[in-house]
């Protein structure tokens, strides 16, 4: 009776035991599981079940939106192997048009033009594929690409192109370019364009640089030194515009003379 009651008890002692330790266990291998976890989840690649896991869309974007930034810093420094670098790195998580534009000019500036013209090419194709297919500023600077690698009459088109799809920026009553007289009348027309879309976007900077290669181009198109006196204003150089402005009110062209004589001082 003795022994029985000593066996009961110990059987009994062990069960608890058995109990007391079972959710501590648990509780370590639960924890252990949820450290690693959010250890992992911190990586930017993980493998579950042998199976390679993507980042998440919003950790891919993320990254994307750090390198196009250390991208456009680069560019801003004049650092093309480093913006090159950026901007390929940013492309391999998310092909943006956009970025693949910046790419471009960033390859014409190593003057690796021949992939720069193919990059060019795709985001402005006309099949419906290419998401820049009437940008203006897209279709300019193919048109130039183009022109550099002895294509003359693909960057025809593209400057035709950057020409049509560039009227519809313009509000009515703005002087528009109709006569495109001269061997780079459609080239000027084209960087006009381009220079009008870029003051819609707030890019005062880039759309002066845009309309002082139409001035360039056709340096006697009171239209073209008008849109190029109206950025350089902007950009606070106030004297050289209003200078051209003063100039203008004497123009040939009705409406650059009426809105020249509205901006001279």
């Keep these: 009776m003795k022994n029985l009651s000593k066996k009961s008890m110990t059987q009994g002692y062990r069960q608890a035991l058995r109990c007391l330790l079972a959710p501590t266990v648990l509780v370590v291998v639960v924890a252990g599981v949820s450290m ?3 250890a992992e989840g911190f990586k930017s690649q993980e493998t579950k079940g042998g199976q390679h896991i993507s980042p998440s869309n919003g950790q891919k974007e993320a990254r994307f939106d750090q390198l196009r930034k250390l991208g456009d810093e680069s560019v801003a420094q004049g650092s093309w192997d480093r913006a090159e670098t950026y901007y390929r790195q940013a492309l391999d998580l998310i092909p943006m048009p956009g970025v693949q534009f910046k790419l471009a000019k960033v390859l014409e500036k190593k003057n690796l033009n021949k992939e720069a013209l193919t990059i060019l090419r795709q985001i402005t194709d006309e099949s419906g594929k290419g998401q820049l297919v009437n940008d203006p500023i897209a279709l300019a600077e193919y048109g130039e690409v183009a022109l550099a690698t002895g294509n003359s009459q693909e960057a025809q088109t593209a400057f035709e192109r950057a020409v049509e799809h560039g009227r519809s920026s313009l509000g009515a009553g703005l002087p528009q370019s109709d006569n495109y007289s001269g061997a780079n009348g459609v080239r000027a027309a084209a960087w006009l364009a381009a220079g009008y879309q870029l003051t819609l976007t707030g890019q005062t900077e880039e759309a002066a640089t845009a309309f002082g290669k139409g001035v360039k181009l ?18 606070g150089r106030d004297q050289e515009a209003q200078k ?9 062209n009705p409406t650059v003379r009426r809105e020249a004589a509205k901006r001279s001082g």
């Excluded at 056709?218 to 950009?235: C, H, M, N, T």
């Excluded at 051209?244 to 040939?252: G, Y």
């Design 36 to 38: 690693a976890q959010t």
């Design 218 to 235: 056709q340096p006697s198109w009171d239209v073209a030194r008008f849109y190029y006196a109206s950025a350089i204003a902007k950009l």
């Design 244 to 252: 051209t402005f003063k100039s203008l009110a004497q123009s040939a």
